[in-house]
């Protein structure tokens, strides 16, 4: 490793840029950014930089060639030029006088490098490559950034006005360690993060005065899974999911998802199909409850959203009465990932002003649905858990006005790999469907803006398939 990682308090010290270019904007702009005064010099200036000398206050500019007095008083140079005989000449002179330097695309005049931040002040991550891969030192920026929330900013703050009196509280570094590692990887922190600061500050405020958070606390998060596809989670399911103790999962969540979670955890299957459940809902509520209250870190992974015919409210409901924290982070639901990966917009301007949302789960052998407030035009129809009861459907919107060749289509598998889209119209859609053998889970779309599905299908791949 050619540079030792270090973080270089540059508040209101005195740093000098030579150059007036693009690079030179990217410099001046990390600098301001971490409070630096900056003198650059250039005979040509780029116009975003006089900009920065008018907004900042920071930042002075001289229209003039570099000599050797302008590195006096400097803590650092940023030479950004292309001249190269000039860059080694200002280099050279930096060192002799012990002045840190950089030679923009030259690392081997540099004493430092620019990383790539991911700034969540006061938690700030530098990405470094060595000067090797600038570009490569910014993809793995960007997804580190994904990992880590905006808002651990804001709890490192918090952590920080109570560290003294955690030490006062906990005499001994174990137990202070212990302490710390509770806060942050349990409900104090997700309070934190879900933007709950004066709960959040309350609950550490408890903790330290009844010596609570050493010992473990249960809590469950409803986390929609999405359609399938696990890039799909929100970054809030993906770090619940690595630090969860138990996870309570459905059928319609995919394997890559479940491989997502934390190697060491449990995992419970609660999966319905149709006249079979796995567990009963009730059954599901109190299991969350029990493990709760034995101070598991529970996430009931649901497949799309949990509260778009995912049953979330009664579970809540339970958790609430029981007296356990919990939180719900919402998901990609079904409509919404099946509509955009097979090209199916679900409203638009020439065939559908509105949308509805209804579940085609039979009751009694029956679909018992309002139909006329369904079988409307330029409106688009889309029906969770409609396979079973598809024909029985069909017959029902053409009973109540709805054209035969109104367009339709069902999708399996949503998003995933083994997608399939199937589309024809209210009166040969349930041959077509045996025909292909559709399996659960599909989505089943009605309305004009089917038409659009051959034009704008764009998720295509070796094994998704559209009839």
């Known amino acids: 490793m050619s540079y030792l990682p270090l973080f270089l308090n540059v508040e209101n010290r005195l740093c000098l ?23 650059l010099l250039a005979p040509s200036v780029d116009e975003a930089i006089y900009a920065l000398e ?30 190269a005989e000039l860059n080694a000449h200002i280099a050279g002179l930096a060192r002799s006088k012990g002045i840190l330097v950089n030679v923009v695309d030259s690392p081997k005049l540099c004493d430092f490098i620019f990383p ?22 910014r993809l793995l920026r960007a997804r580190i950034e994904a990992l880590i929330p905006s808002a651990y900013g804001s709890l490192a703050t918090l952590l920080e006005r ?6 006062r509280r906990f005499t001994t570094i174990g137990l202070r360690r212990r302490f710390w590692e509770n806060v942050i990887q349990g409900p104090i922190a997700e309070l934190m993060l879900a933007g709950h600061r004066e709960a959040a500050e309350k609950a550490l405020q408890q903790s330290l005065d009844e010596n609570e958070s050493l010992t473990a606390r249960g809590e469950v998060s409803l986390v929609g899974a999405g359609p399938g596809d696990p890039d799909l989670l929100t970054f809030r399911a993906l770090r619940l999911l690595q630090r969860a103790d138990v996870i309570v999962y459905d059928r319609l969540v995919s394997q890559a998802i479940l491989d997502l979670a934390r190697k060491d955890a449990e995992f419970v299957y609660v999966g319905k199909r149709r006249a079979d459940h796995a567990v009963p809902q009730q059954g599901i509520n109190q299991l969350l409850v029990d493990l709760a209250q034995q101070g598991k870190r529970v996430v009931r992974l649901k497949g799309g959203d949990p509260f778009i015919f995912g049953r979330g409210g009664e579970e809540i409901e339970e958790l609430a009465q029981a007296g356990i924290l919990f939180q719900i982070v919402p998901g990609i639901t079904a409509a919404a990932g099946a509509a955009s990966y097979s090209g199916i917009p679900l409203t638009h301007r020439d065939y559908a002003q509105s949308v509805v949302f209804v579940t085609g789960h039979l009751k009694d052998n029956t679909v018992d649905l309002d139909w006329g407030a369904i079988v409307r035009p330029n409106q688009t129809l889309v029906v969770y858990m409609g396979l079973v009861g598809l024909a029985q459907m069909c017959k029902q919107l053409v009973a109540h006005g709805m054209g035969e060749g109104t367009p339709i289509a069902i999708i399996e598998k949503a998003t995933t790999q083994d997608q399939r889209v199937i589309t024809g119209d ?13 399996r659960a889970p599909t989505l089943i779309i009605i309305g004009e803006v089917v038409r659009l599905h051959h034009t704008l299908r764009w998720f295509e791949t070796e094994a998704a398939t559209s009839v």
């Open 54 to 83: 008018k907004s900042s206050g920071m930042l002075s500019i001289e229209n003039r060639p570099f000599c050797e007095q302008d590195l006096d008083q400097c803590l650092l140079v940023v030479v950004t030029t292309d001249q």
């Open 17 to 39: 840029v030579v150059g007036g270019g693009e690079v030179a904007l990217r410099k001046v702009q990390t600098l301001l950014r971490w409070g630096a005064n900056i003198k």
């Open 116 to 137: 790539s931040i991911v700034d969540r002040s006061p938690v700030v991550v530098a990405v470094s490559s060595s000067g090797a891969s600038p570009v490569l030192a």
């Open 426 to 438: 209210l009166t040969d859609i349930v041959t077509k469907a045996e025909q292909h053998a559709l």
């Open 162 to 167: 109570y560290r003294e009196q955690a030490k």
